[in-house]
């Protein structure tokens, strides 16, 4: 029976590092889509605080139900690993994971999350859309996979100089389109009149 308790997020190491073997075998079973990483990547990780558990409750207490496994380069974090059980997917589990991790990020000042997903896993890129991560750009993977990754972009409400947008991938730079109208030039007269009263002088 399935935990149906309200789920919970735990990033201490010492609360983490119980869970640590689960993530191995979820990752190890998952390695064609969240990629294959070491025990002591987990460890540390978890130990730097980049590395999220959902625990929900059931029977026998607290049940491991999910992991987020990410990367603080200031001013911005990537997400190495996003996976719930199947047993408790389609509950927003995903959603509440990302959720904190970008609460945490922004009360740190931090600009936005990157996600990298191949580009043939279709369902994930789908989802990752769902979790408010618009593509930003492609490029190649590894040689060893020859895959295309999909790099997707979370910008978060962090005080900043330049206030987030929405990406558009079809105009990544923001620009806008040229308008139609005739444009109007205004000149200043005073600064005709100065330059006019410097040559006199001379």
């Given at each position: ?36 990483y070491?025990?002591?990547v ?12 959902l625990?929900?409750?059931?029977e ?44 945490d ?7 936005s ?38 790099v ?50 001379q």
């Amino acid at each position: 029976m399935t935990g149906g308790g309200v789920p919970t997020v735990i990033d201490r190491y010492a609360e983490v590092s119980p869970h640590i073997g689960n993530i191995i075998a979820a990752s190890d079973a998952n390695g064609e889509s969240l990629g294959f990483y070491p025990r002591s990547v987990f460890e540390d990780f978890a130990r730097k605080g980049e590395l999220f558990v959902l625990l929900t409750s059931g029977e026998s207490g607290r049940l491991f139900a999910g992991h987020l496994l990410f990367q603080r380069r200031f001013p911005r974090a990537s997400i190495l690993q996003l996976y719930i059980a199947p047993e408790y997917r389609s509950r927003g589990y995903a959603r509440i994971l990302c959720s904190r991790l970008a609460e945490d990020l922004t009360s740190e000042g931090f600009l936005s999350i990157y996600a990298g997903v191949a580009e043939d896993l279709t369902e994930a890129n789908s989802r990752w859309e769902g979790l408010g991560f618009p593509v930003q750009r492609i490029r190649p993977g590894g040689a060893t996979t020859n895959r295309t990754i999909v790099v997707r972009d979370r910008e978060l409400p962090s005080p900043q100089l330049f206030p987030p947008r929405n990406f558009d991938p079809a105009n990544p730079l923001g620009l806008k389109a040229p308008s139609t109208e005739i444009p109007l030039f205004l000149i200043d007269l005073n600064v005709l009149f100065d330059l006019g009263a410097a040559e006199g002088t001379q």
